[in-house]
């Protein structure tokens, strides 16, 4: 499968939820992945990576409805690079994750 994305993390801050003139939604979100390797020392290093979050339509709606800053979500999508022309006329380039679904992991009562 070409340009397949599969994240697990947490939201760094609140979605960005637009509703268009069509009435069509827009959610927006920061995605903090976590990751620890084990150094020379023995001793645990972490790295963080952000990623934006793009969702359209009823999976905006779900967005809207579901997440709040620091939720854990899974997200299936796909790579999309854009890029603009800023004010100095440099191009910049930058990427976001389309969702095409995500999960919420409900946690087991024991």
């Known amino acids: 499968m070409n340009n397949y994305v599969h994240l697990n993390g947490r939201l760094g801050a609140e979605p960005t939820i637009k509703e268009l003139e069509n009435g069509n939604k827009l959610a927006k979100f920061s995605l903090a992945i976590n990751t620890a390797k084990t150094n020379a020392n023995g001793e645990k290093d972490f790295n963080t990576q952000w990623h934006t979050i793009v969702a ?8 809207e ?6 939720t854990q979500v899974k ?3 796909k ?7 800023n ?3 440099e191009t910049k380039t930058y990427s976001e994750i389309v ?3 995500l999960f919420i992991p409900v946690k087991q009562s024991s």
């Open 65 to 70: 409805r579901l997440l709040h800053k620091g």
């Open 79 to 85: 790579i999309l690079n854009r890029s603009y022309t």
């Open 75 to 77: 997200i299936d999508g």
């Open 99 to 101: 969702a095409s679904d």
């Open 56 to 63: 359209w339509g009823d999976l905006a709606a779900l967005a």
């Open 87 to 89: 004010k100095k006329g």
